[in-house]
């Protein structure tokens, strides 16, 4: 009886132990290797043109808009408007704007216009002049990324060919204009000093409301003229409207707006995007996530202004509504639209009146000029993160030929080849993350390929890559390329693996 109890007390022992290991948790491959990703270092010359930003000079710029009386796109065509008056003047004053911003840093903007002749159309009654205006900060590298921040300069009233009424404008879009001219202003004299690769161009366009015809006009230009236009940030009613009484308005955060596949995506590009999975990872999105990483890192309370986030939209814009980021998409660039958190439409395309006691019209006093100020700020650090950061790299791919749990990919290096030293961060998220959750570091030798396997399993998340300089300056993410495909619907490796 003895050796059968020994055996049984034996056997429960073993039974114990398989049980414990059997509960124990297993770290997820996708955790044990590399890192969780955390908000990147300040850059102090980043951190010091961000505490330039004023509201006061913010409300400046918006009060001076709204003087204009009506910038409707359809008055620069009209001769019989009071002296100053117009969107005509007010084109011309933004562009003096620049014109002082730039004689500040040695001349150190290109301040021009783009000035078209916008044939009849539904909101256009007879052939009308627009004019976009937009100055250009250089970067060091004559080829390098280009990333623009725009709003839209033109206002309306309640009937949208109303060239003479009173049409203040104030939040829409005059805060976006100022958001541009600001970041001009702080960035100018902080890109010369630091000499930051990155191209930046601060734009202020017309004819937003006759159907988004000034940003249209400066895509295709763009395009024509290949640029390399990395990222597009539109602001457009930025002013953090002030209603009396509006108990769910919020400070401390601003929406952003990104497609999540991209629009000029062909049907045999969507069908693989679907295939991959990768129905959230357009340019768009990634720019919009590096928007939320500068605000992690210079809007989180820690450098003396109030704590000020993003809040992630994952569609291209709110319902019934469209915006100037949307002609740049058009175009096959990255954009994101840039937005309040709520708005009031008491005070958006409407003439300024009071009616039963309501006050309609986008008036001056509506606009919180330091809510502007922080939308400035996170413009400003996201536009000096990018400019600053070495050139995204090229042509991520995953490698599927095989089934495996492991992941092999490659991608090429940035072209231009930064002129400063850096390296790759691989960046992941399990599929239904909203951000990027970890990363790992791969060296960069010069301007050679990359082919790296790690130990996470392709099934389970979605594969980025980054370049980032030895003072944490990240590049935008590139996720899987999508090629546009080959005659006859060839088929990829996902697609034939059994």
């Not at 409707?72 to 562009?95: F, K, N, R």
């Not at 039963?356 to 919180?368: A, E, I, R, S, T």
Request: hydrophobic share 40%; with cysteine; charged share 20%.
């Amino acid at each position: 009886m003895g050796g059968v109890c020994a055996a049984v007390v034996l056997c429960a022992a073993s039974v114990s132990e398989q049980s414990k290991a059997a509960t124990m948790q297993v770290l997820p491959d996708y955790r044990a290797y590399g890192a969780p990703l955390t908000a990147a270092p300040a850059d102090p010359q980043i951190s010091a043109a961000l505490r330039q930003i004023s509201a006061t000079r913010i409300q400046k710029t918006i009060a001076t808009l709204v003087a204009f009386g009506t910038r409707s796109t359809l008055s620069s065509m009209e001769t019989d408007l009071p002296q100053g008056q117009g969107v005509t003047a007010a084109a011309d004053w933004i562009y003096a704007q620049f014109e002082s911003i730039s004689q500040q840093c040695g001349g150190c903007l290109e301040v021009k216009r783009d000035t078209f002749v916008q044939p009849v159309s539904g909101r256009v009654a007879r052939p009308t002049t627009l004019t976009n205006v937009y100055a250009i900060l250089r970067g060091t590298e004559p080829n390098g990324p280009i990333f623009l921040v725009t709003g839209h300069y033109d206002s309306r009233n309640t009937a949208i060919m109303d060239d003479h009424g009173v049409a203040p404008g104030a939040n829409d879009d005059a805060s976006g204009v100022a958001v541009s001219l600001e970041s001009a202003r702080v960035l100018s004299a902080a890109s010369r000093k630091a000499g930051w690769p990155g191209t930046l161009i601060f734009v202020a366009v017309a004819g937003e409301e006759q159907g988004l015809y000034g940003s249209g006009h400066l895509a295709e230009l763009a395009r024509s003229q290949g640029w390399n236009l990395a990222g597009v940030l539109n602001n457009d009613i930025v002013g953090g409207d002030t209603t009396p009484g509006d108990s769910l308005q919020r400070k401390d955060v601003v929406r952003v707006f990104s497609e999540g596949v991209p629009t000029t995506a062909t049907p045999e590009q969507t069908r693989r995007i679907r295939a991959l999975g990768l129905m959230d990872d357009a340019p768009s999105r990634q720019l919009a996530r590096a928007m939320d990483a500068a605000a992690r890192t210079y809007l989180n309370g820690l450098h003396g202004e109030p704590k000020f986030t993003v809040f992630l939209v994952a569609r291209p814009d709110r319902y019934l509504r469209g915006g100037d980021h949307m002609s740049f998409n058009q175009q096959g660039f990255a954009a994101v639209r840039v937005t309040e958190w709520r708005e009031n439409f008491d005070h958006q395309h409407q003439n300024v009146r009071v009616e039963n006691g309501v006050q309609y019209g986008d008036l001056l006093k509506f606009v919180d000029f330091r809510y502007v100020a922080n939308v400035a700020r996170l413009n400003a650090a996201t536009l000096a993160t990018l400019a600053a950061a070495p050139s995204a790299p090229r042509g991520l791919r995953i490698h599927a030929e095989r089934l495996e749990n492991g992941t092999t990919l490659s991608w090429n290096a940035p072209e231009p080849k930064p002129s400063r030293a850096f390296h790759y961060q691989l960046v992941w998220r399990v599929t239904d993350a909203a951000d990027w959750q970890y990363g790992k570091a791969i060296p960069a030798s010069g301007a050679q390929p990359v082919l790296v396997t790690v130990p996470v399993s392709k099934d389970n998340v979605i594969f980025g890559v980054r370049t980032v300089d030895a003072d944490g300056h990240a590049s935008v993410v590139t996720t899987v390329e999508v090629p546009a495909g080959t005659p006859g619907g060839a088929k990829h490796p996902w697609e034939t693996a059994k």
